[in-house]
């Protein structure tokens, strides 16, 4: 079942993977303002005070540029619990609240680090609330705190830092919504595209075959009554079969995956048509998906070289979830060593690019063997 991106899943997209797991560098360059609680523990305090102060606001920056480190934990486990996201903004919160005591009001810049990645982490409504609380408490402390002026600067900051945030974060959302908006085009694009080529393939053959179906009978009918007549319909069932399959090939040009157990189904056609006893396997269900295009292509190529240059009565296919043999009872390979056929050098192309092996020889109890190995 699809669900709908969230803020988090655009963050995990760009600052979680590839070249945005950088993204920490250009946030850090923010830190900058922390030179305020800086200075202020370095003017005021001494000895282990001043040390213990330098520690905390040390503390917060890396508390701070661990939201990057959330936003990657949450590009490989999926989207970060309610309880992760309120338990990381409280430890801020706390780590802002240490800098106090040896840093006094500067250490409200703090809170500016903590209301942007509030708008980022919590739902729209829920971070509004939180800027506004966090705004509420600074204002209020400047007035009641002794020794602390009100300037109206941290509010300010508070506010302005949360708003740009807000702005990244609905370009974020907005880029969310246009990349869904791409999958679900590309995706009725492919639909509509099947379709197309069913009722391609349909009009195509729907009229051909019964052509050719009446004019066989036709043709049945006719062989002892008006051999020459019979010899005409026959003659026009060739060439209808002719343009259909001319059609059919025009039709599913570039169109090239297989079914695997469509070909089974075909091999089998194909064995019993050639008199071939065919010893095929009724259920793919243990093959992997990302396997079954490839055992496809074997099993078409294994066929047509087992029908056309085998001289075999029995034919015998074993599939596992990473290996197909095609065996027979016929004459096995040339004096040479050679491989009747050359559809198996397109074979060995499409293995080498599965990384997949293909071996070729003779079967344990004569007669030829094709397999192919995934994963070797």
Known sequence: ????????????????????????????????????????????????????????????????????????????????????????????????????????????????????????????????????????????????????????????????????????????????ELDATRRDMAELAVQEERNRFARDLHDILGHSLTVITVKAELAGKLIAANPDRAASEVADVESLARAALADVRAAVAGYRELSLAGELVSARAALQAAEIKADLPTTVDEVPENNRELFAWVVREGVTNVVRHSGAKRCTIKISAAEIEVLDDGKGPTPDGGVPGHGLVGLRERADQADAAVQVGQAAGGGFRLAVTVGV
């Open 1 to 176: 079942m699809k669900t709908n991106p969230t803020i988090m899943d655009g963050l995990a997209d760009r600052v979680g993977k590839g070249p945005g797991r950088w993204a920490w560098v250009a946030g850090g360059i923010w830190l900058f303002y922390l030179s305020q609680p800086l200075q202020s523990v370095a003017d005021r305090q001494h000895g282990v005070v001043r040390i213990l102060g330098f520690l905390t606001v040390v503390l917060f920056a890396a508390s701070y540029l661990a939201f990057f480190g959330l936003i990657r934990v949450s590009a490989r486990r999926g989207q970060l619990a309610p309880w992760q996201r309120i338990g990381y903004l409280g430890a801020m919160l706390a780590l802002c609240l240490l800098m106090i005591p040896t840093a006094g009001q500067t250490a409200l810049t703090g809170l500016v680090y903590i209301a942007a990645c509030g708008v980022m982490l919590l739902e729209l409504p829920v971070g509004i609330a939180f800027v506004l609380i966090l705004l509420g408490g600074a204002e209020i402390s400047m007035r009641v705190v002794p020794g602390w002026t009100d300037d109206g600067s941290y509010g300010f900051a508070i506010f302005l830092g949360a708003l740009a945030v807000y702005g990244m974060r609905r370009a974020i959302q907005r880029t969310i």
